[in-house]
């Protein structure tokens, strides 16, 4: 079954976002709504979304110097951004494609219209490929750089061993997949790692310490009965 796409919402109107999130939601489109600017800018650098809808009129820092920043930022720089306003003036469509948006509807408008253009607009850009760079892994708040081998969480820096690391990443590249303990010894033997005299187990107990608010109830790395471990994605967290 194919992933549903998932949107992020920026918008400080709390009765828009309410009533888009939930007719997008009916239709096959998971939207994420954020009521503050430079919250938004945050959750789309710890998460994973497939575009952005931004409104231009918020307090504070508003849509277009949010949608510069996203075109400013390698990593976010490719992602379809579609702007919302209430004002009608042409200067305000004109600035906000000329800083990279790749559509605009104006407020108030219809939700059938806004869930045809997003529809149009991740058709659109489906061609789209991130620019090559940093080999990173981006699961919510953890973000797993596998060319400088660092770990953050939730913007905190993590310290792991060369072993842990490697566990870490060969879960983290084969999320929602399950894998036994004896794929993740061939896999960790591939990359070098000394694992004869250790265990799978206790080094799954070392990760769950580091990376889950509570070992005991992880929501990252999962035990399958029987079979082995599965790194979960984010979607597959939200219901847990």
């Known amino acids: 079954?194919?992933?549903?796409?998932?949107?992020?919402?920026?918008?400080d109107d709390a009765r828009l976002g309410a009533l888009a999130s939930e007719y997008l939601a009916r239709n096959d489109i998971d939207v994420t709504v954020v009521g503050d600017p430079l919250d938004g800018l945050l959750a789309l650098r710890r998460g994973d979304f497939d575009v952005?809808?931004?409104?231009?009129?918020?307090p504070g820092v508003d849509g277009l110097e949010i949608c510069r920043r996203i075109r400013?930022?390698?990593?976010?720089?490719?992602?379809?951004?579609?702007?919302?306003?209430?004002k009608g003036?042409?200067?305000?469509?004109?600035v906000g494609l000329e800083l990279g948006a790749d559509d605009y509807v104006a407020k108030p408008f219809n939700p059938r219209e806004l869930l045809a253009r997003i529809r149009a607009l991740l058709r659109r850009t489906a061609g789209r490929t991130a620019p090559p760079s940093r080999d990173v892994l981006r699961h919510g708040e953890l973000v797993i750089d596998l060319e400088a081998r660092e770990v953050e969480l939730a913007g905190r820096r993590l310290v792991f061993t060369h072993f842990e690391f490697e566990?870490?990443?060969v879960l983290a590249r084969s999320a929602g997949h399950v894998l036994s303990r004896d794929r993740l010894l061939d896999a960790l033997k591939g990359g070098n790692c000394d694992v004869f005299d250790r265990t799978i187990d206790v080094h799954i107990a070392r990760l769950r310490a580091k990376i889950e608010t509570n070992p005991r109830e992880p929501r990252y790395i999962k035990t399958v009965r029987g079979v082995g471990y599965v790194f979960m994605r984010q979607e597959q967290r939200r219901y847990q």
């Open 167 to 169: 566990l870490l990443a």
């Open 52 to 58: 952005v809808l931004l409104d231009i009129m918020m």
């Open 1 to 11: 079954m194919p992933t549903r796409p998932r949107a992020l919402l920026i918008d």
């Open 89 to 94: 003036e042409d200067i305000d469509k004109i």
């Open 72 to 86: 400013a930022t390698p990593e976010l720089a490719r992602l379809p951004v579609m702007m919302l306003t209430a």
